[in-house]
Each structure stands twice: as structure tokens, then as C-alpha cells.
């Protein structure tokens, strides 16, 4: 493949890749909160609880149907334009595919349908069930995408015979060296996503003063979730780029344009800000704080922390400056989060449960609001410092990127990639559309459950 065909399969990957990733994160976090919300209502049989998880699960099911569609084209790419890739890695990276959508997408789905259609149908407790199952194999689904991400990061377990890799210890090969940060830490960001959309939305009716009690309802769940998950998130975030420095010093002396490595018995400076230019292998400019990166990267005083001038040019990643500025945008909405969610947590505090005087505080529900879209923003850039700080492996010290494409022409990658961003463009409109009705339309606040004597009818059914 010409570099011109290499450049529009890589394009073409992560434009299908940027979009898909918008819809498991909140399939993911939704499911986790309707599993909440319906514990809630079988516990006390509270009507309102009931209603909560009829609404809600509307945005799920919407949610779910662009999330699998959206899925298809970027498994494609793996045959049509990473064939070399796939002949390579097949035996583990395929496997792990084939786990996923055997026991974790086949999960979800399956149960997705009585979530939805059973609520009328099927006992309360089966319909619990029901929900479970979504939300576990949502979460094993993202756990055996991670595994198989996390093991192209830090390939572990295998070994190349015959020009391809085969696997020697399978549970070495799952259990990588980025595996446990890698799936705890997008496990997290995808339950921030949710709740933080969750809190928004309800701000926006309590802003719009429709229905407050009902809102103030998932706006507190929501918050005392997001209370323990964002600091939580921050941790794992740090603890996650600690072991990026020792596994993939290349990739964390990038995001950090660190290009020196300090000298025994001296700490790393931490830039605040700076321009990372490749061309002359170091940054234009940069303000910095003596020391701070040894503490950061290694939680140590003087740990040393590798410069990219002691790593080859041909294996420095790419696009330093968007790397380097991703990172920091991921990681100040992390911490904006964390703020956000304290400050709430303080004035629902305050309020002493009055819903009035939550209203009253118009900024922090305007702040909710604006904050819907910052979790998406954070999981992209996310995303491309974990992919593009990877590059120009594929396989991290295995495979380079140049060598696993197919050969296939720029004409036809053109051609497949103009079809799905026109594909994906539809698709997002009629997401944005079905989105809005149901946003407008708001709670039915009429809807009850079914009878007790017709839930024991649909058991004894079930039963026979």
C-alpha cells in the first residue's frame, strides 16, 4: 500500500472509530443507572421510579440501535484494509473479538428486547433481570474490546512463528500489562459519561421547571454517583500514566513534550503549557515547573523519565502538539468534574432537600447543562492519545502501521470512506431527531406497572 492508501485507511479507521465510540459509552453508563433506577422501584414499589426507568430506557434503546450500526463499518476495515493485520494477530486479537461478540453483545441484545417491550409482559423481577443482563453484557462487552486494545498497547503471551504471532499463554495475553488500567479507566469514563448526561438533562427540566420532583430524583442519583466516580476517575487516570511512562515511555514523553531525560538525582520539569515541534526535537516554547514530572510520571522525587531525544525518530509518535494538547484537555475535564460534582453535592446539601431551593440555583443547573457534551469531548481525546500516541506501532514493538494495511487503492478507500460519513451523518441527524422528540415529549407521568394478578398470570405462563 502507498503512503497515500495508508494515510486514508488510518483517516478512514478513525473517523469510524471517533463516531462509533459516542454510543457504547452512554449504552454502557444508561444500563448501569436503569439497573439503579429499577432496583429502586422493585425495592419500594415507587411509582415514580417506575416511570423513571420507562423514560430512561427510551434514550437507551435509541442510543443502543446507532451504537450497532455504527459498529459494522469499523469491524469491516478490518478485513478490507488491515488485512495484513489480521492475518498477523488473528489468533489472539480475533479470538478476543469473537469473545466479545459471542458473550457479551449476544447478552446484551438478546435481553434487550424484554427490557424494552416486557414492561407489560413479564414479571417485575424478570424484567429486572432483563435489565441486568443489558448492563452486564455492556460491561463485558467494553471489557473484551479493552482487553484486545489494551494487549496492542503492551503485547504480552505471544510469540511469531512463521511470520505470524501465535499465542503461548492465553491468560498472559488477557491479563497485558496495560489490561487492568485500560478496562478500569474507560470502564470509569463511560460511567461518567452517562450520569453526567443523566445530570444534565434533568438540569435542563429543572431549569425549564417541568416536572421537578420527578427530576430531581435522577439528578440526585446521578450526582451521588458522579461524587465517587470522578475522583475515582482522577486516580485512575494518574495511575493509568504511570505505567504509560514505564510501558510506553515514547507515548508519555510525548503527551508531555518532554524531550531531555533528567540525570540521576534530579527530577523531570513538567510543562504547563508548551509546542512540541517534532522537526526540531524540541518545543518552541514551554512554561514549566521544576521537578513535577518525576512526581507525576513515576510518584517519585528524582525518577528518571526518558526524553524523546533518546528515542529513535523513526518510533517517536506523530502530531505532537495535538497529543499533547488532548491530554490536557482529557485530563481538565476530569477535574472539572470532580469540582462540579462537589459544589453540588454541597448545595443539595443546603437545599436540606428543598426543591425549591435547588431551582434557585440556576448557575450550577446551567453549568449541568453546558457539561452534557464535556464527557464525550474527554473519551475522544482520550482516545487519540491512547491511538495516536501508539503510532507508528500497531502492535506496540511488533508491527508497524506501514505494515499491516492491505493492498488495496486509494480510489476504492475514498470511495468506502465518502459512504460512511455520508452513513454516519444520517445516522446523527436521526439520532438528533428521535433525541428531541423524546426530550420534548418529556415523563408520561400516567404510566403504572402491571397488575400483580397478571404479573402471577405471565409467571405461571413462563413456567409452563
Known sequence: M??????????????????????????????????????????????????????WSKLLVLNFAVGVVSG?????????????????????????????????????????????????????GVHLFATAMVALGSTLSAFWIMVANSWLQTPAGVSVVGGKLVVTDYLKAIFNPDMVWGVSHMWFAALETGFVVVAGISAYYLLKRRNPEFFVRSFKVALVVLAIVAPVQIWLGDSSGVDVFRTQPAKGAAIEGHWQTNAPGTGASWSLLAWPDAAK??????????GLLSVLGTHSLHGQVKGLKDIPVADQPPMLPLLYYAFRLMAGIGFLFMVLAFWTVYALRKARGRVDALLAQRKLLLAWVVAIPLPYVAVECGWIVREVGRQPWLVYGLLRTENAASAISSAAITGSMVMFAVFYVILLVSFFHFARRWLRNGPDLTLTPAPESTERASLHAIDY
Open 2 to 55: 502507498n503512503v497515500e492508501a495508508l494515510n486514508l485507511a488510518r483517516g478512514q479507521f478513525a473517523m469510524t472509530a471517533i463516531f462509533h465510540i459516542l454510543w457504547p459509552i452512554l449504552t454502557i453508563s444508561l444500563s448501569a443507572f436503569l439497573l439503579v433506577i429499577e432496583v429502586l422501584w422493585v425495592k419500594t414499589s415507587d411509582l415514580v421510579w417506575y416511570r423513571h426507568a420507562r423514560f
Open 72 to 124: 459494522i463499518p469499523m469491524e469491516f476495515q478490518f478485513g478490507t484494509n488491515w488485512g495484513q493485520f489480521s492475518r498477523y494477530t488473528g489468533q489472539f486479537f480475533g479470538n478476543i473479538l469473537g469473545f466479545e461478540g459471542a458473550m457479551a453483545f449476544m447478552l446484551e441484545a438478546g435481553f434487550v428486547g424484554i427490557m424494552m417491550l416486557g414492561w407489560q409482559r413479564v414479571p417485575k
Open 281 to 290: 526535537q524540541g518545543n518552541d516554547w514551554s512554561l514549566e515547573v521544576p
